[in-house]
Nanobody, 126 residues
Framework: QVQLVESGGGLVQAGGSLRLSCAAS????????MGWFRQAPGKERDVVAA????????YYTDSVKGRFTIYRDNAKNTVYLQMNSLKPEDTAVYYC???????????????????WGQGTQVTVSS
């Protein structure tokens, strides 16, 4: 079972940028689809972006399209989330998730992912 460790969160002003990283270990990273999710206080955990196991297919929730980019480096067993033009409503705990898959599709539902990191806090001040 793959283990995931997120990093890169922090406090940033609105309009700023952050890059989140998720390092995977304990499994074959290249056969796992990956996703980034976020959860704000009192809200459900929602998908932000997802990427197929080879990186050829991606998905973004509407609110982050054009601002966030998900990409992966299978040689480094790491998936990234580049976040630009951050807004206060992006404030949340961000989680990385992994799912073993034989397909080349991304997965966008939290229930599709059995493996989760511990989360990293992103706070955007206005």
């Amino acid at each position: 079972q793959v283990q995931l460790v997120e990093s890169g969160g922090g406090l940033v002003q609105a309009g700023g940028s952050l890059r989140l990283s998720c390092a995977a270990s304990g499994g074959t990273f290249s056969v796992h689809a990956m996703g980034w999710f976020r959860q704000a206080p009192g809200k459900e955990r929602d998908v932000v972006a997802a990427i197929s196991r080879v990186g050829t297919s991606t998905y973004y929730t509407d609110s982050v399209k054009g601002r966030f980019t998900i990409y992966r480096d299978n040689a480094k067993n790491t998936v990234y989330l580049q976040m630009n033009s951050l807004k206060p409503e992006d404030t949340a705990v961000y989680y990385c998730a992994a799912r073993w898959t034989p397909t080349v599709n991304p997965y966008v539902n939290a229930n599709d992912y059995p493996n989760w990191g511990q989360g990293t806090q992103v706070t955007v001040s206005s």
